[in-house]
T-cell receptor
Framework: AQSVTQPDIHITVSEGASLELRCNYS??????LFWYVQSPGQGLQLLLK??????LVQGIKGFEAEFKRSQSSFNLRKPSVHWSDAAEYFC????????????FGTGTRLQVTL | KAGVTQTPRYLIKTRGQQVTLSCSPI?????VSWYQQTPGQGLQFLFE???????NKGNFPGRFSGRQFSNSRSEMNVSTLELGDSALYLC??????????????FGPGTRLTVT
């Protein structure tokens, strides 16, 4: 079965430091991959997506992610974190065909210290 | 362009009652998906509607149902509420096709509390 793993439940970084959130997926075909961010009590905001082509994708708010097929990974990065980036981040894989739904990872909560 | 809207934002219901949640997708989007988010189970897919037809369904009991109207607005109904149905219910809209794009845009959610 298709699945998404986010191994880090909680990460704390200092403002201005770099960030990398890990995501591994299990999916038979070429995956459609997404990263979403959720602030407390809010819905999910799409940060970036990967469908095909260039494996390094740029998103909003200065985030980028790299698709590595050999490692089944789609890690999210940001060179310099801002306090406003504190939130929960979800990686998701989209199933095409008869099961067109998003499967989410369990999320990584990011705390930013000043 | 207006985003996805969900009404109501908050609901408190009693066990055994039923509830209807509403979702208005982004203009031009024909696919609406519903997700349940709880601390214990995370984000789980309920069902997806595309052009008024249920295209996919997750592993939820029959108490959870939905529909989509000709203007793409969607409603979700939960009958005979249980305490475990307390959750944030998220609606997401998408063009829903390979040509149009599969990325889903989420509404703010409806927080349902069952007492």
């Amino acid at each position: 079965a298709q699945s998404v793993t986010q191994p880090d439940i909680h990460i704390t970084v200092s403002e201005g430091a770099s960030l990398e959130l890990r995501c591994n997926y299990s999916y038979g075909a070429t995956p459609y991959l997404f990263w979403y961010v959720q602030s407390p009590g809010q819905g999910l905001q799409l940060l970036l997506k990967y469908f095909s082509g260039d494996t390094l994708v740029q998103g909003i708010k200065g985030f980028e992610a790299e698709f590595k097929r050999s490692q089944s990974s789609f890690n999210l990065r940001k060179p310099s974190v801002h306090w406003s980036d504190a939130a929960e981040y979800f990686c998701a894989v989209f199933h095409t065909g008869t099961a067109s739904k998003l499967t989410f990872g369990t999320g990584t909560r990011l705390q930013v210290t000043l | 362009k207006a985003g996805v809207t969900q009404t109501p934002r908050y609901l408190i219901k009693t066990r055994g009652q039923q509830v209807t949640l509403s979702c208005s997708p982004i203009s031009g989007h024909r696919s609406v998906s519903w997700y349940q988010q709880t601390p214990g189970q995370g984000l789980q897919f309920l069902f997806e509607y595309f052009s008024e037809t249920q295209r996919n369904k997750g592993n939820f009991p029959g108490r959870f149902s939905g529909r989509q109207f000709s203007n793409s607005r969607s409603e979700m109904n939960v009958s005979t509420l249980e305490l475990g149905d307390s959750a944030l219910y998220l609606c997401a809209s998408s063009r829903g096709t390979l040509a149009g794009g599969y990325e889903q845009y989420f509404g703010p959610g409806t927080r349902l509390t069952v007492t």
